[in-house]
């Protein structure tokens, strides 16, 4: 027969479900404060891109030169949302568009000289928005933050398997 697992003590008089409560709180204020810096540092890059074409922008940023099909997979977009989009930055000088040098059919995404620059300095300000938040913390505490992040996202431990 088997027995009910056990619960910690805390679980047991209702401190768990506060405590997961807590922590749901909190992750609603770390999203939402990330999606009020990603719209204004994407005012920042242009202020004519919405921010889900700067989603893009980052994304190339990050990945490089693709085609649209691959971006769309990256920034979890479909596909024509993200070819309007691309078709903004590129309409804006931010992005341009070669064709695909192993496909001569297709064409590749890629920022411009002008998108580099603009998503250089947005991806800073970001940045440094981050650095202000924590400046007072220990290394060690950012180190704790960013481990515990790593676990809660699934990742596995840093230099770990």
Excluded: C, Y
């Amino acid at each position: 027969m088997k027995t009910p697992r056990q619960r910690p003590a805390a679980q047991d008089a209702g401190g768990r479900e506060a405590v997961v409560l807590a922590l749901g709180e909190q992750l609603s204020a770390l999203l939402s404060a990330s999606r009020a810096l990603t719209i204004e540092t994407s005012a920042e890059f242009h202020p004519d891109v919405p921010s889900a074409a700067f989603h893009i922008a980052r994304w190339l940023h990050a990945f490089g030169p693709a085609k649209a099909s691959r971006i769309a997979e990256g920034v979890a977009m479909d596909r024509s949302a993200t070819s309007r989009l691309i078709s903004k930055l590129v309409e804006l000088e931010l992005a341009e568009v070669k064709p695909d040098p192993l496909d001569g059919r297709g064409v590749v995404v890629s920022l411009s000289r002008r998108g580099k620059s603009a998503i250089s300095r947005a991806v800073h300000r970001k940045g440094d928005a981050l650095h202000a938040r924590i400046e007072q913390w220990s290394d060690a505490e950012v180190k704790q933050l960013a481990s515990l992040l790593r676990r809660f996202n699934g990742l596995p431990a840093e230099g770990g398997a």
